[in-house]
């Protein structure tokens, strides 16, 4: 009889074979789901969270619109910022989300340009930057602009507030790195509560991961939240299990509504107590920025705009359907305008409020505002945008410090 191997070789074997089983899984999955489970590159910073990468191409194309977008040195749309800034002119810095950067439109379409091309048309020797990164808000906001766009010189800033970034200050600030006096560092997007996921960072990279992320784990969480009842139901009715759960989380009042529900801001039912409760975060760090913005004299204004279903019955007909939101209708805002105002007017923040102008345009015009199915507003609607801020009394205050500013 031959010798048995010993257990420390049958473990080797057994790792072997272990390891080359999720080799080949994890190549199984880059062949064949790659269209499904794309491994990000470039888009992860250590700093900011995320941030496109620098003098890139981007494409991006669907049924609704082909364009291709370009980066400039600092990984955002339009011409590099001069540093330091030439004499004479006045720079207003745009921050925002996906609206703001202008996806998916032309560069020449997004309403910052609109907006420094309707004030040059004035005699005003004006540059707009758009600094706006896709699926920022304001807590990351208050890094770059601290640690990055501060050094662009600008004399005004207007922060250009979604409605859903509530939601995504709740995320966010799970992602920071404080220091020992508890000041914010970065947001780095492995880290979770102070510290390292290597979960997170293994989803990041691998595909058979991704898969695993996205499809059992996320299942069991949906059922942990929902039940095994509710879950079932959810999925026979063709209701989107993360509505559901957005849903129950505000029958409950629960205490972390906010990381749940994007449009909680907007939602029917929403109780106004639990929506204030969860604005507390965005609140924040809106503060941090006014606070270090005036500690350098520069102006500072929010804007707010609709989504299509505020802004009209016809507007974003298609995809605000898997959000939950009824085709055919427009959906009340007035409730989250309230707070915005009584915010800004506490704290005497300017506020460019858009809402009216698109919910006009949308009873008015012929052109869509906003893509049918990804939602994002269309050159129609930057140009709205950028026609109502070019009229608010707010915008023409704040160049007019913008230049006394740019002259010291």
């Known amino acids: 009889m031959g010798t048995q191997p010993s257990w420390k070789a049958r473990w080797a074997l057994g790792a072997v074979a272990l390891l080359l089983s999720l080799g080949m899984a994890e190549l199984a999955f880059r062949l064949f789901w790659l269209h499904q489970l794309t491994i990000g590159q470039g888009i992860e910073h250590p700093h900011f969270h995320h941030r496109l990468l620098p003098n890139t191409t981007y494409h991006f194309a669907t049924a609704e619109f082909n ?23 006045t ?108 979960w997170s960072w293994l989803v990041s990279r691998s595909a058979l991961a991704k898969w695993v992320n996205n499809k059992p784990v996320s299942t069991y969480r949906k059922l942990r939240v929902l039940g095994f009842r509710r879950y079932l139901k959810v999925i026979v009715s063709g209701e989107r299990a993360k ?44 503060l941090m920025i006014r606070d270090l913005l005036r500690e350098r004299g520069i102006s500072f204004a929010l804007g707010i705009y609709p989504y299509g279903m ?16 009824e085709p055919g209708r427009t959906y009340d805002a007035s409730g989250a305008q309230s707070l915005l105002h009584e915010f800004c007017q506490r704290e005497r923040i300017p506020l460019i409020d858009t809402f009216q102008a698109f919910q006009t345009a949308a009873a008015t015009q012929q052109e869509k505002l906003f893509y049918d199915e990804d939602g994002h ?32």
Do not use: C
């Not at 364009?67 to 002119?89: A, F, H, S």
């Not at 505000?250 to 801001?265: C, P």
């Not at 505020?310 to 939101?325: I, N, Q, S, Y």
């Open 67 to 89: 364009v291709d977008i370009r980066t400039n040195r600092y990984g955002l749309r339009g011409p590099d910022p001069v540093i330091p800034k030439p004499p004479g002119v």
């Open 91 to 198: 720079r207003l810095l745009m921050l925002g989300d996906s609206f703001t950067f202008g996806f998916p439109v032309r560069d020449d379409q997004t309403f910052s340009h609109v907006i420094e091309s309707g004030l040059r048309a004035r005699g005003r020797q004006v540059e707009v930057i758009n600094g706006g990164v896709s699926g920022y808000a304001p807590t990351l906001h208050y890094i770059s602009l601290r640690d990055q766009f501060l050094a662009f010189e600008p004399d005004a800033v207007i922060l250009w507030y979604d409605l859903g970034d509530l939601q995504e200050d709740h995320w966010f600030e799970k992602n920071l790195i404080r220091d020992a006096q508890g000041r914010v560092v970065a947001a780095h997007p492995h880290y979770r509560d102070g510290r390292f996921d290597w």
């Open 243 to 286: 509505v559901a759960i957005a849903k129950l989380k505000a029958s409950q009042h629960a205490a972390d509504l906010g990381m749940h529900d994007r449009f909680l801001l907007v939602r029917e039912g929403a109780d106004p107590a639990s929506v204030r409760a969860a604005w507390k975060v965005s609140e924040r760090y809106l």
């Open 310 to 325: 505020l802004a009209g019955p016809d507007e974003w007909a298609h995809g605000r359907v898997f959000w939950g939101f």
């Open 377 to 408: 507003m269309t050159p129609a609607g930057h140009r709205v945008l950028a026609k109502q801020a070019l009229a608010d009394h707010q915008l023409v205050a704040m160049m007019s410090r913008g230049r006394a500013h740019a002259r010291r």
